[in-house]
């Protein structure tokens, strides 16, 4: 089937610039993007395309060019589903966070709701294709849901797992490294995992389109988060030895990388891996491997979350111990509180959790990030219940100028990588602050020795003070 009519359901950080970019590059294919939130759809189609919801460099050119040609939004999700062909569901799938599985399983209210509704409103064959990040063996759950509560008609399911990274989305999509697409093994399954292909064959040359079964495409999106936090992890937990041992972690990196079966990337010692994503999946993969009982993987794996907590810790340890000990009373600036560079999402960033752990020891921290609006501070804050929102509005205040957060400020923590931060004049920045004044560097990205020479104490991850 020639595919010409796509819908999405979920306009978030996945399905509102994967979409684009199909729109983008498939001009003669109708894409819809549909969402229960409101606001989040009014402002994807928002007149001024800066104000789109999802800050991703490159985006709001991409949704320029597409939007009002082939490209809609909306919140009308039983049309869109009714003329699509092919439904995408690029829905939230967060760690469950009440009943069985609570704290590890993925919740799939979201992924059961959309199933339901395509059930209840498809009249007409359909190909449905999970988007999103899923437990291996969902699909056989969405195709009992689909079979039992619709209208008859055949549904086919396919696996698409996204491996965009935030911050940079559009050139992963542009170019990604592969497209996976995993499908049933029958002929129909095959033509429908065919045409799925024949979508990405417009701009992603053949050979990086791999197909599988649906339960091997399942799989491998936890297994590659799975993996690549665990390089995070494990050089992380090098980083605490470099910093007993005069061994620097940076070096290490690099020597290591240079192996060619190593390979150079996810190798940066850092605050701790944060984002909506690498913690979910993995206590995921926890849960399941668990639940067939094969504790030792369960344990291995469980291992990459717990050092990522204890990284996080020892980073706001080690604040409070050069700080005398004691951090009551006492400024703490925070350069940055997303969860990495680009982008304005916040969701597990390790800034959330270094500030509660400073607040608990009634530290004052002030918070200054390019993108993340101070609504958003607030709420992730408030949404680990540790203390009332007026306490933390009390305790932490957030600054839109860079300089003025530092001002009086006993220590700087630079918790996310932000190129800006690099050339901001320290000097200016040091002369305002109290003394001695220290960088926390949480991300390995500040001029140690220009920092030294200017009179801060600097204090990096994985390197003796
Ligand atoms: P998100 O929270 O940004 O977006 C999900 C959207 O789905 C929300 O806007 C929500 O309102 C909407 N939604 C939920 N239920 C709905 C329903 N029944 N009908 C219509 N809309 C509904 O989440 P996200 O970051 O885009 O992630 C989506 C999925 O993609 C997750 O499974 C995630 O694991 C996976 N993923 C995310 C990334 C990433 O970088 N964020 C990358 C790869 C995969
Ligand atoms: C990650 C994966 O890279 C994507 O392939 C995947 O699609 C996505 O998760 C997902 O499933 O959601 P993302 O979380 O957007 O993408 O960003 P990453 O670049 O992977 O960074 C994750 C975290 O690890 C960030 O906090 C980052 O600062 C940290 N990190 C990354 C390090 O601390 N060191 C590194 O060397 C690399």
Known sequence: MKVQ?????????????????????????????????????????????????????????????ARGRNLFFSTDVDKAIDEAQMIFISVNTPTKTYGEGKGQAADLKWIELCARQIARVAKEKKIVVEKSTLPVRTASALKDILEHTGNGINFQILSNPE?????????????????????DQSEEGLSAINSLVE??????????????????????????????AQRVSSINSLS???????????????????D???????????????????????LNLVYISRSYGLDEVADYWEQVIIMNDHQKKRFAKKIIKNLYNTVSGKKIAFLGWAFKKDTNDTRESAAIYVADHLLNEQSKVSVFDPKVTEQQIYSDLDYLGSRSSEENKESLTVVKDPYKVCNGAHAIAVLTEWDEFKTYDWQKIYDNMLKPAHVFDGRNIMDKKALQNIGFQVHSIGSAD
């Open 163 to 183: 491996f965009l990274a935030e911050g940079t989305a559009v050139e992963d999509l542009m170019a990604p490294d592969r497209v996976l697409i995993g499908g």
């Open 260 to 282: 060619s079966r190593i390979g150079p990337k996810f190798l940066k010692a850092s605050v701790g891996f944060g984002g909506s994503c690498f913690q979910k999946d993995i």
């Open 5 to 65: 009519n796509i819908c999405c359901i979920g306009a978030g950080y996945v399905g509102g610039p994967t979409m684009a970019v199909i729109a983008k590059k498939c001009p003669d294919i109708k894409v819809t993007v549909v969402d229960i939130n409101e606001a989040r759809i009014a402002a994807w189609n928002d007149e001024n395309v800066e104000n789109i919801p999802v800050y991703e460099p490159g985006l709001p050119q991409v949704v320029a060019e």
């Open 240 to 258: 605490e030895l470099c910093e007993h041992t005069e061994a620097d972690v940076n070096e290490v990196s690099r020597a290591i990388g240079t």
């Open 199 to 228: 979508v990405y064959a417009r701009w992603v040359p053949r050979e990086r389109i791999l197909t599988t079964n649906v339960w091997s495409s399942e799989l491998s999106k936890l297994t590659a988060n799975a993996f690549l």
